[in-house]
């Protein structure tokens, strides 16, 4: 179809970095558009989900926008189609294809658009509650119709569609050329442009307040989230800190053994012991990022959690940290505490914490990507 150009501007523009917090109230913001469209008059709603999961908690808003929409179209990440509610179509992308690391929602009608386009930057805000929450983005949002019809275009062009889809999406973009542009719509931009912002400046002095918070009262036993010989995370907090985590992010993992550390009270006194976990601590932490976590696991094992970690970084990380513990002989209590290490990059949630620890159970000093 020939497509003429129109007039509008995107806004905020590109290269605005979100929190997740506000790109969810800005999709339900862009859901609720869809909702109060005319009955019966021509609609059309693409959405890319990135994964089923965060789907699945919107599927009774999506159920709703399919009943009186004429296209509702998700897109999501996957190898065979998804049970999906009535009326919603789907296409699925390919995991290395650009299009998997977008959130967007578009509305489109002759009498309005809105637009959400952010992109996955696979990175975290160090001071987040948990990862997911932490998760940032990069975009922009628009409630203008030639904005909402633009990029209605792109996503026709770049998803590979079945033609009955195809055909479907036309005669929504044919009826919105042949309506007028609304009037005024620029304006709605801008308290919403302020909201949005009150909302993520909101979410970050939220994120650093609770950081403050759980430093302050680490100590408590109460909290339970560090463990008290070594001030390092505990169990309890890698829970709460992974909950609810997609597939989206990327997480390095290195699980590193210590053999020995448990039976140093007992050969030496509880000085050394103490001596020697803050050893091992001190080695793992100094090479960390502000988003960076080390979790105790039991006697000897110390899980290192790397939001956003390269693969070959994670396991030069992982043989630093090994040559590192294995030179704390030359410090008190002068012991020899060879470390065993496995390492990999997950976007599986549980982590694969359980996979690493059996592949450090053999003894041996390993640097091993697993497949996952």
């Known amino acids: 179809m020939t497509v003429p150009l ?3 501007v995107m806004a905020p523009p590109d290269g605005t970095t979100y929190g997740k917090r506000v790109l969810v109230e800005l999709s339900h913001a862009i859901e609720r558009f869809a909702l109060a469209a005319e009955p019966g008059a021509p609609l059309l709603v693409i959405a890319l989900f990135q994964r089923l999961s965060y789907l699945e908690r919107e599927a009774a ?9 004429s296209v509702t179209l998700v897109g999501l990440v996957g190898d065979v189609p998804p049970q999906l509610p009535p009326g919603v179509r789907h296409v699925l992308l390919g995991e290395d294809e650009e299009l998997a690391r977008e959130w967007s929602v578009t509305v489109l009608s002759p009498n309005g658009g809105a637009t959400l386009v952010a992109v996955d930057q696979e990175s975290v805000d160090p001071h987040a509650r948990t990862l997911e929450e932490g998760r940032r983005f990069r975009g922009r949002w628009s409630f203008v119709r030639a904005d909402a019809y633009r990029e209605a275009l792109r996503l026709r062009a770049r ?7 195809t055909e479907a999406i036309d005669e929504v973009l044919e009826a919105v050329l042949a309506a007028p542009e609304p009037r005024q719509q620029d304006r709605w931009n801008v308290p919403l442009r302020f909201l949005a912002e009150r909302v993520d400046a909101a979410g970050r002095e939220r994120g650093e307040l609770q950081a403050r918070l759980d430093t302050a009262v680490a100590h408590l036993d109460d909290v339970g989230e560090r463990d008290a010989r070594t001030g390092l995370h505990t169990e309890r907090f890698l829970a709460r800190w992974t909950a609810g985590l997609g597939a ?13 550390v448990a039976s140093l009270r007992t050969k030496y006194g ?4 103490v001596a020697a976990l803050q050893g091992i601590a001190q080695s793992v932490q100094e090479l960390l990022t502000p988003a960076d976590r080390v979790v105790r696991r039991g006697e000897e094992d110390f899980l290192v959690v790397l939001p956003s970690w390269t693969e070959s970084d994670v396991l030069a990380l992982c043989d630093r940290v090994c040559a590192r513990v294995s030179a704390l002989d030359q410090q ?18 549980p982590l694969p914490v359980e996979r690493l620890a059996a592949q450090v159970a053999g003894g041996q000093r390993v640097s091993l990507l697993l497949p996952t």
């Open 6 to 8: 129109l007039s509008g």
């Open 61 to 69: 808003v999506y159920a709703e926008i399919a009943a009186r929409s």
């Open 159 to 165: 998803l590979r569609l079945p033609a009955d889809t």
């Open 248 to 260: 989206g992010l990327p997480v390095g993992l290195v699980l590193l053994r210590v053999p020995g």
């Open 270 to 273: 509880l000085r050394a012991e």
């Open 332 to 349: 008190y209590p002068f012991v020899a505490l060879p470390a065993v290490a496995a390492a990999t990059v997950s976007r599986e949630h």
